[in-house]
């Protein structure tokens, strides 16, 4: 089986930066979409930023200008750098991966890295 593995999340005070890592854990026959989710207790999950294989990206308006979103597609590994920091940015971040696994595509979810921004 496959699984995303994050890192790179913890505390930073506001205006401060941090950058998310996510990679599976084994190698893989390819990869589609990949992304950033994140989710406060008690609200829905909601997207942070996506990217596709060849490029194209998506963002939700809360971070336009203050993340980005990047992939090594040599290495299977999706970032997101996110700078300006606000309290408000506190969440469960979670790494998402649309992955071809053996003979069929299938929607892979990291267990979330927690990012605290201080105020």
């Known amino acids: 089986q496959v699984q995303l593995v994050e890192s790179g999340g913890g505390l930073v005070q506001s205006g401060g930066s941090l950058r998310l890592s996510c990679a599976p854990s084994r190698s893989v026959f390819s990869i589609n979409d990949m992304g950033w989710y994140r989710q406060v207790p008690g609200k829905q999950r909601e997207l942070v930023a996506t990217?596709?294989?060849?490029?194209?990206?998506n963002y939700a308006d809360f971070v336009k200008g203050r993340f980005t979103i990047s992939r090594d597609n040599a290495k299977n590994t999706v970032y997101l750098q996110m700078n300006s920091l606000k309290p408000e940015d506190t969440a469960v971040y979670s790494c998402y991966a649309r992955i071809l696994w053996v003979v069929r595509w299938d929607d892979y979810w990291g267990q979330g890295t927690q990012v605290t921004v201080s105020s």
């Open positions: 990217m596709t294989s060849g490029g194209s990206t």
